[in-house]
Nanobody, 127 residues
Framework: VQLQASGGGLVQAGGSLRLSCAAS????????MGWFRQAPGKEREFVAN????????TYADSVKGRFTVSRDNAKNTVYLQMNSLKPEDTAVYYC?????????????????????WGQGTQVTVSS
């Protein structure tokens, strides 16, 4: 399984970006997907995840109400729509494929619940 994240860039505070993560393979629709981010000098942190069918999503408190995770299983792609961006959202964003079809709220937030990781895409929000 290979994951290719794209859509990052430089945006002003208050702006929007949509990240995409395209997955190879024929099992995409069977597994949950997650987004994580890592800012310079900080540990990687959970952003959002979505279960296999898109019926359940979970968000970090820091992005709730501003970010939306979705997926298109026909296109083997998961998205992260980011609105009202803040300078503190600046980070490399990673998509990942879960070990589970639906990890639930707790396991879905944990790195070790994910088995495949994309290469990351840089998001920079200027003030």
């Amino acid at each position: 399984v290979q994951l290719q994240a794209s859509g990052g860039g430089l945006v002003q505070a208050g702006g929007s970006l949509r990240l995409s993560c395209a997955a190879s393979g024929r099992t995409f629709s069977s597994y949950g997907m997650g987004w994580f981010r890592q800012a310079p000098g900080k540990e990687r942190e959970f952003v959002a995840n979505i279960n296999w069918g898109g019926g359940r999503t979970t968000y970090a408190d820091s992005v709730k109400g501003r970010f939306t995770v979705s997926r298109d299983n026909a296109k083997n792609t998961v998205y992260l729509q980011m609105n009202s961006l803040k300078p503190e959202d600046t980070a490399v964003y990673y998509c990942a494929r879960s070990k589970f079809s639906d990890a639930g709220d707790r396991l879905g937030r944990i790195d070790s619940s994910y088995v495949y990781w994309g290469q990351g895409t840089q998001v920079t929000v200027s003030s």
